[in-house]
C-alpha cells in the first residue's frame, strides 16, 4: 500500500510537470489532452476510491501549485474525480475492458462541466460555449487516445505481476 | 523414423505477461472510514479555497505555494530543455503551411513602411520640436518611457492549463522588480499583464484571456476600440464605431488609455498585431474587427516585462 502510495505520488508528480511544460501545448482542434487526468483515472480504476481520492487531492494541489492558481480548486475537482472512478472501479466497473474508456469519457465531461461552475461561484469570468462546445469535444478525443497506452503502463506499475504457470512435456 | 523429443517447457495462456486482478484497499476499509476521508479531503481542498481567497498576497498559503512553485522549478525547466527540440520542429513543419501567404503580407507591409519612414521621420522632428515649444506632458508611451536595458528579461515555465485560463507562468517575481499589472511583451508584440507576482515566479494573463481587455487603436486611421479574445488565436478590436474607418492590415497598438473611467495597465504604441478583417451587420452597433497577433501565444518561450523609467 506504501509502494503504491509513493508510485502514484511521484506519477501525479511528473504527470503534472509534463501536462503544464509540453502537454498543455498540443493544442488540437482547439482542445488539448489533460493527462494528469487521465493518469488519475487509471490510478483510481487500479486501486479504489480511498486511494483515487487522495491522489486526486495530491494531483489537484500539485497542479495549482505549479500554475499559481487558487489553492484548493483543483483538489476540489480532482478528489471528487479520483473518488467517483475508484467506485465505479471497485463495484460496476470491475475487471471490465471499457472501464477505462467510459471513465476517462464521462470523468472528461464532468470535470469541465464543475470546473466551469466552481469558476462561476469564484466570480471568474469564463465563456461556457468555449468550454463546452469549443474544448470540450477535442479534448474527450485526446484523452481516450490516451486511455488505454496510459491504463495498460499504470497496470504494470501497480499491479504485481504473476508468475507464467509452467508445465513440463515429456516423452 | 524415431522422432526426437526433448523436454520442453511451455507456458500456458497468452505470451502477455499477466497481472493479478486488483485487490481494493478501501474495500477492506468500511464505508463509514472511506466516507470520513474523503469528507477530510474536499473539507480540506475548500478551506484551501477559502484561506487562499481571503488571506493577503503574503500570507501563508501563498507563501507555501510560492515555496513549492520554486521546488518544481527545476522539473519544469528539464521537461522544456527536453522537449524543446520537438516544439520547434513541429512550429517549423506548422508555420511551412502559411510561409507563402506571410511572405507575401510582410513584402507587402514592408513597402508601405519604407514609404512612411520618410514621412514619419519629417513628422517626428516637427513633433518634438513642437512638444519642446510647449512643454507637452503626454502618458507613458512605449518604448520611449520604457528602456530596454530597465525590462525583466524572464523565460516562460508554464504554459496555459485549459482553453479558458490563458495565463502563463514566468520566471521573474517581485525580487527581479515585476510589479502587478505591469506590461509584458515579447520582440513582436503585446503578451498581456502580470496578474500575480510571488517573490521568483509571476503569473502574465495573456490577451487571449477572457479577463483581458486592451485599449487599442488602429494606427492608420485612428480607430479605438477594446481588444479582447476572439475564437482561437484571433482578438477582436471591439466597440469601433461603425463612422470609423478601419483597414485590412492596418497594424493595431495599445492606445496608452482607458475607455470610461477605467485607466489602462498598458504604455501606448505596444504593437498588438494587424487587422485581418473588417465587417459590420445592420443590426450590431459596431463594427466587427478581427485582429490577429503578432504574437503566436501557443509557443512563448521568453518575454520583457516592462519596467517604465520612473517608478
Known sequence: ?171 | MPRKRSPRVAALGSPTRRTVAPSYSSRQTGPLKRRLIVAVLLLASLAMITVYFRETPSGALHDFQSVAASAMRPFEIGAQRVSRPFRDAYGWAANLVHAKSENERLHQELEDVRSQVIVSADALRENKRLKDLLKYQRGATFPEDFPRNRAVAASVMSNPAGEFEQKIIISAGSSDGVRLYDAVVTGRGLVGHVSKVLRDQSRVTMLTDQESAVTARAVKTGAIGVLRHGEGSALILDRVPKEKSVVQNDIVVTAGRGQGRLGSFFPGNIPVGYVNSVGQTDVDLYQDVQVRPFVDFSDLDSVLVLVPKKR
Open chain 1, 1 to 171: 500500500m506504501l509502494a503504491a502510495g509513493a508510485k502514484a505520488a511521484v506519477l501525479l508528480f511528473f504527470a503534472v510537470v509534463v501536462q503544464v511544460t509540453i502537454v498543455g501545448t498540443i493544442g488540437v482542434l482547439g482542445g488539448s489532452p489533460d493527462l494528469v487526468l487521465v493518469i488519475l483515472v487509471a490510478i483510481a480504476l487500479l486501486n479504489g476510491a480511498v486511494f483515487g481520492a487522495v491522489s486526486g487531492f495530491w494531483a489537484g494541489l500539485l497542479f495549482d501549485v505549479s500554475l499559481l492558481g487558487t489553492l484548493g480548486f483543483t483538489s476540489l475537482l480532482l478528489t471528487l474525480a479520483g473518488f467517483w472512478v475508484g467506485r465505479y472501479g471497485e463495484t460496476t466497473g470491475r475487471g471490465r475492458a471499457h472501464a477505462p474508456l467510459v471513465s476517462v469519457a464521462v470523468v472528461t465531461v464532468l470535470y469541465a462541466l464543475s470546473s466551469l461552475i466552481l469558476h462561476f461561484m469564484l466570480g471568474d469570468p469564463v465563456s461556457a460555449k468555449v468550454a463546452l462546445v469549443d474544448a470540450l469535444p477535442p479534448e474527450v478525443a485526446l484523452n481516450l487516445i490516451l486511455a488505454f497506452p496510459v491504463f495498460s503502463l499504470c497496470r504494470r506499475l501497480f499491479l504485481p505481476a504473476v508468475p507464467r504457470p509452467e508445465v513440463e512435456f515429456v516423452g
